[in-house]
């Protein structure tokens, strides 16, 4: 079915044959429009931004795989829905749907059905999440006429790796670049830094989304419980996200529990021997050269 796998026609091999390409560790990898990504992604990149339709009001979430997405999904949710669900009581979708499940992706990499029907079926204004590098989004999210605000979360590359075994550090640079040149459009938050200080980052988050804190509502210490219902301990300890296993990519069940594994800063130490530390900081501080943003 080509309209849910673009390279399955025979216009989409021929284009791949002309796409430079070279062996990954893992798959082989596609130049495209400056990014190195692998079948899966160009997939994903050219449906979405053949058939993905922006509208003025999305909100944009951006992550690298294992930053931090379903944090960002929780905290982002609870924030945005904070007037029709209140974040104190027992009832709070939070609490009975895993957060992978609360706010959808623009691409689903491993699988070639793509959900654009479903995206389009979502009312206003919709929360939407993507892995794609900011290169790669469609031109109509990234162009300053629509202007989606793009909230990006990164997070030190040495947990990344240890938290999936693999990582691509340039991701995050088209984001950096943006929120430098366009901070009213891309947020760009840093998951060591949130963990240092959650309250502050659900604050400036809040801001961004347009949904800021009443002053009613910091006196009644709303955003510390925006904080305490989206924590590790508190989102891992949930049934909903506990157990079971569900297939959100197709073909690649995982435990529901598998999001929520020790959630701590700094767990690199535990798995990276120093000589493997040191190569990964140099390959990082090669890549950020020359933008102030440092692994
Ligand atoms: P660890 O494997 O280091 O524990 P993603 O959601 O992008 O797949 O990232 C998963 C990582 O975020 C995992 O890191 C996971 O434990 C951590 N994580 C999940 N929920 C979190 C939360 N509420 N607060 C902080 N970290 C969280």
Redesign the pocket.
């Known amino acids: 079915d080509t309209k849910h796998n673009a390279l399955a026609s025979e216009e989409g091999e021929s284009l791949t044959s002309k796409i430079p390409r070279r062996e990954g560790w893992w798959r082989p990898l596609f130049l495209f429009q400056g990014s190195w990504i692998t079948p899966q992604v160009l997939n994903s990149a050219m449906l979405v931004q053949a058939q993905f339709k922006p509208r003025a009001d999305d909100i944009i979430l951006a ?13 982002t949710f609870v924030l945005a829905n904070r007037s029709r669900h209140p974040v104190t009581g027992n009832e709070h979708p939070v609490l009975t749907q895993h ?2 499940d609360l706010v959808p992706f623009l691409e689903l990499p491993d699988r070639a059905l793509h959900p654009v029907e479903e995206l389009e079926a979502l009312p206003s204004p919709r929360l939407l999440c993507t892995h794609l590098p900011y290169a790669l989004l469609p031109p109509a999210v990234t162009s300053s006429a629509i202007g989606c605000p793009i909230v990006y ?1 990164c ?1 030190e590359p040495k ?2 790796v ?3 075994w693999h990582y691509v550090n340039k991701h995050y640079l088209g984001y950096w670049k943006q929120n430098v040149i366009d901070p009213s459009r891309v947020l760009f938050l840093k ?1 060591d830094e ?2 240092a200080d ?1 309250t502050k980052h659900v604050k400036i988050i809040a801001e961004f989304l347009r949904v800021p804190f009443s002053e009613d509502e910091e006196n009644a210490g709303v955003p510390d419980e925006v904080v305490r219902l ?7 300890g949930l049934p909903v996200n506990s157990t079971g296993k569900v297939d959100r990519v197709g073909g690649l069940p995982m435990e529901n529990s ?7 800063v700094g ?1 690199w130490r535990n798995h990276l021997t120093k000589e493997m530390a040191n190569k990964l900081d140099c390959i990082v501080q090669e890549k950020l050269k020359g933008s102030v943003l440092r692994g």
């Open positions: 992550t690298y795989p294992k930053s931090g997405t379903t944090w960002l999904k929780a905290l957060p992978q979360l997070r947990d990344v240890v938290s999936m998951y949130m963990m959650p989206c924590s590790f301990q508190n989102l891992k598998s999001f929520f594994r020790s959630g701590k767990d």
